[in-house]
């Protein structure tokens, strides 16, 4: 059973940094689509940000400049650094692992006080 454990949101002011990871069990996150999705409240699930098995990323225009998606294959990581931080960006932070079927993290929640 794939599973995934995201951590490291918190409360930050605008202008923070924080730096979000998902641990996956097993190692597949090497063979795998690995993302970051965002649900504020009353809002839809949005994508933040994609890694391809060959390492290939896609931003959001949103956080375009500010956030980085990254793995380590040895470690079953992968990271989201997000920098310059709004108050549009307060959501719960989801991973997702794509390979034949999706899997999802329970979430974490980052809030950015103005």
């Known amino acids: 059973q794939v599973q995934l454990v995201e951590s490291g949101g918190g409360l930050v002011q605008a202008g923070g940094s924080l730096r979000l990871s998902c641990v996956v069990s097993?190692?597949?996150?090497?063979?795998?689509?690995m993302g970051w999705y965002r649900q504020a409240p009353g809002k839809q699930r949005e994508s933040v940000a994609t890694i391809s098995s060959g390492g290939r990323t896609n931003l959001a225009d949103s956080v375009k400049g500010r956030f980085t998606i990254s793995r380590d294959n040895a470690k079953n990581t992968v990271y989201l650094e997000m920098n310059s931080l709004k108050p549009e960006d307060t959501a719960v932070y989801y991973c997702r692992l794509a390979i034949g079927r999706d899997y999802w993290g329970k979430g974490t929640l980052v809030t950015v006080s103005s």
């Open positions: 097993g190692s597949i996150v090497s063979i795998a689509v």
